[in-house]
């Protein structure tokens, strides 16, 4: 196992092989959540926390874990923080935990983290896990961020909830209903693949097509 | 092989007994605290909806406080009804009854407040629900909660009163009837089917409780 650099683990997690938008993983609650900014914040942030601290755990536990049963172990790892999360969230801000409502606890089906967990941190000493868990986690965080952006500014005029549009413009309801999520979403992937077809070429095509 | 398989199923054991335990810890060190937020919440909308203003810098504990002073709660067959009192002593300011019932995705959980009289909306309130955010979830938002305050129910409604009716915005609107969510029709349906059905069924109930507090005095 040849040492990774954290720079290289960063740029591959925002950009090489971005979750969203390179790997097509963690769409469910991409295109569930990204309505509304603020609450695509927090998702984003309670996603980098359980994946860079899964990815650690799954590590340190990785040469004693036997592989026939690591998934077993995996999914109970994730779904442990995932509650933790969903508990603090409720204790110190309910507010926010109620607008997320079910969707905190959906975090422990985002492939991401099982993918993370079993392409990276099974195979890797913790310190670059966490890494790989923080920029897995970011690339999907922003990816999610644009998009609401998008989607909140058209559907309601506002960006976190503050009006920035002129109030007599007629809103698209529809980027803030599913549909929405799905356009901008291939909308996203479309400019970023033709943006980054170039470098793909010239590397061979690193892209991995899951689900 | 059998050792193997004997080390899976105890490491699998050890491993679950550990992360069970560190998530009941984190439970067990918030679950107070989570307790308060669920009460501090559901008792600021009973205040709300029966229009007893909590005064501005009052929140957290200071919400519990008021709510123990102005509010007595009634165990009735319908659920819980809430007994709003006046700021001094013994004049009632309302009553605060459940609205409940299935919405579009799952169960919807409010509160309506109802005048002295049983007459005059007070106010209402959504606070649990899973409907999507920012098309049905709005039902929780002011703009649509507050098209209630000060409609009238009927005095004596007939047994299938529609007390009211969710219409579109852009509909011209009758004495009862109030703007529905613009792309969310299911809830809209359903909200307007859980208000008249939970109103039917405290009606009488709370027709009789204020009755018996009326004829005691």
């Known amino acids: 196992m040849g040492h990774i650099g954290t720079r290289k683990i960063m740029i591959k997690g925002l950009w090489e092989e971005n979750p969203v938008f390179r790997q097509i993983l963690g769409i469910c609650s991409a295109l569930a959540v990204t309505n509304l900014m603020l609450n695509t914040l927090i998702m984003g942030v309670s996603l980098i926390f359980v994946t860079s601290l899964s990815c650690v755990t799954v590590s340190i536990l990785r040469k004693v874990t036997p592989s026939r049963i690591r998934m077993m172990v995996q999914t109970l790892i994730i779904a442990s923080y995932v509650i933790i999360v969903d508990i603090l969230l409720k204790a110190y801000l309910p507010d926010i935990s109620e607008a997320l409502g079910a969707y905190v606890g959906l975090i422990i089906t985002n492939c991401i983290i099982m993918g993370r967990c079993e392409a990276f941190a099974r195979n890797n000493p913790p310190w670059p896990s966490f890494i790989d868990g923080i920029a897995s986690g970011l690339g999907y965080a922003l990816v999610l961020l644009a998009v609401a952006f998008v989607r909140e500014l058209l559907g309601f005029g506002t960006v976190f909830g503050y009006p920035v549009t002129p109030s007599d413009m007629t809103r698209w309801t529809i980027m803030v209903m599913p549909p929405g999520a799905f356009f901008m979403l291939a909308v996203v992937i479309w400019i970023v693949r033709a943006a980054g077809s170039k470098s793909d070429k010239k590397e061979g095509g690193a892209e991995t097509a899951a689900r | ?217």
């Open chain 2, 1 to 217: 092989m059998k050792r193997n398989r004997a080390f899976s199923v105890l490491y699998m054991f050890l491993i679950t007994l550990f992360f069970g335990t560190v998530v009941s810890i984190v439970y067990g060190l918030n679950q107070d605290r989570i307790e308060t937020n669920d009460r501090i919440k559901l008792e600021g909308i009973i205040l709300k909806v029966l229009n007893i203003s909590v005064p501005p810098g009052v929140e957290g504990q200071g919400v519990l406080e008021l709510f123990k002073n102005r509010v007595k709660t009634v165990q009735l067959e319908s659920g819980p009804v809430y007994i709003g009192k006046s700021d001094h002593g013994a004049g009632t300011v309302g009553y605060a009854f459940q609205l409940s019932g299935p919405g579009f995705w799952g169960p919807i959980h409010g509160m309506m407040g109802l005048g002295p009289d049983l007459r005059e909306v007070l106010g209402v309130a959504f606070y649990k629900h899973s409907e999507t955010p920012g098309l049905g979830g709005r039902i929780s938002e002011s703009w649509f909660t507050e098209q209630f305050k000060g409609k009238m129910l009927p005095s004596s409604p007939a047994p299938d009163e529609v007390f009211f009716r969710l219409r579109p915005p852009e509909a011209v609107k009758g004495a009862n009837e109030v703007d529905a969510v613009t792309g969310a029709t299911g809830t809209s349906k359903a909200v307007e089917r859980l208000i008249n059905a939970s109103i039917h069924r405290v009606l009488p109930q709370l027709a009789e409780l204020s009755g018996k507090r009326i004829g005691s005095k």
